[in-house]
């Protein structure tokens, strides 16, 4: 028998060695070298990641039958459209998704600057109309004590226009009278005269008045 040499540094990397049979090196049987430590690791590694792989895939495959598949599914729901009574920039949400509401709660805020500016505006035009509406209450109470004021100064010459007018009928009647006497040589010329002027005086003081009242 022969001795077996020892084998090479390639044969034991190639995991090969070749022995020849009965002194001949035509035919040759092969013997495997057994694994090393590095090799049982990664063989054991990759059993693990086909395992862990196997258990992934079945657990998905368990997740996906609980769900219906369709391609025209839909949700039905209540919705409910919101509108403020003003318009203007949304400041805060007070609200967060899906989030059960009740009436009278409060969603969101509206940006009160822009009002703010336009309410202060129209304050500034009412206090403006408010001075204006003064003035005219003002001059409105001048012209009614000026109205007044007439209203008397009318009242007082048509009372005098009045009293004129009734001395003046009165010194008429009584100058026919003395035109009578005289003509009767009851009185002298001179009283005639008197009776006389003071009829002309009463009558002039009368037309005065009814002058000054017609042009007032």
Known sequence: MKEISEPSGSALQKGLLEIPRNGSRMKSQTIYAPPTSKRRITRFLLMGAVLLLAFVGMYYYAITQSFQSTDDAF???NV???????????DRVLIDDNQVVKKSDLLVTIDPRDYDATLEQKRAILESFKAQG????????????????LES??????????????KAVNAAILFNRNKELFARHVIASQDLDTAKANADSTQATLASGLKKGGSG
Do not use: M, W, Y
Request: net charge negative.
């Open 75 to 77: 949700i039905e729901g």
């Open 80 to 90: 409910t459209d919101l509108a403020p009574k003003i318009a203007g920039r949304v």
């Open 153 to 166: 100064t009318a009242e007082s010459d048509q009372a005098t226009a009045e009293a004129d007018r009734a």
């Open 134 to 149: 003064g003035a005219v209450q003002a001059t409105i109470e001048q012209q009614q004590e000026h109205l007044n004021t």
